[in-house]
């Protein structure tokens, strides 16, 4: 764990100094691929992405697609912003909806209604909002403002960390799979019954 652990903290200081030089946000890189498995949950699946703490004592989960198998139920991305950001100061009340203005692979600009509970944000993928979603799921780097003085981070995705994520994580993991977004969304609508 150490050498990979040596071997990730610089990439992923040196990714976030590019990044951060770019876009002037807070800046958190996650891998490539997306990590799926069920946590003991029949009623729904998780899709994740981890990120490093700048230590690289810990490895955060960053963004994850919850799927529910009722269909009544809209899946959403959420973010986990507890390594990136401080809550409190942007949301102090903990609880309130938001809106989240996305800028994906510095083309597409689009603004997205979400939520707020604690130190995570929620984006249905709703009919309104479906097509938006898959773009910030499948983005190289996805720049994101929320909030009344705005918060601001960059996701930068690599697959050269994906790798080393990789290595690190399949130890710790029952049966893992690293799937793509297109994947992802794929397994999703299955397991929906869609």
């Known amino acids: 764990m150490l050498k990979i652990a040596a071997c990730i903290l610089p990439l992923s200081i040196a990714l976030a100094q590019a990044a951060h030089a770019q876009t002037d946000e807070v800046t958190a890189t996650v891998p490539e691929q997306w990590v799926t498995y069920a946590d ?7 899709y994740r992405r981890y990120t490093i703490t700048q230590d690289a004592s810990n490895l955060p989960n960053l963004v994850s697609f919850n799927c529910p198998k009722d ?4 899946a959403h991305l959420t973010f986990h912003l507890a390594s990136a950001i401080k809550m409190d100061t942007v949301v102090p009340s903990g609880f309130d909806k938001v809106e989240g203005r996305f800028l994906v692979n510095e083309k597409s600009s689009f603004t997205l209604p979400g939520e707020v509970i604690k130190s995570d944000l929620f984006f249905d993928r709703a009919p309104g909002t479906w097509r938006e979603i898959d773009q910030i799921m499948s983005a190289k780097i996805v ?3 929320f909030g009344p003085q705005p918060a601001k981070m960059a996701i930068k995705t690599s697959a050269e960390f994906g790798d080393l994520i990789k290595k690190v994580i399949t130890p710790r993991l029952q049966n ?4 793509s977004t297109t994947a992802v969304l794929s397994d999703c609508r299955k397991f929906r019954g869609e």
């Open 40 to 46: 003991g949950l029949k009623d729904k699946r998780l």
């Open 71 to 74: 269909k009544t139920v809209l």
């Open 143 to 145: 720049q994101l403002r």
């Open 176 to 179: 893992p799979r690293f799937l």
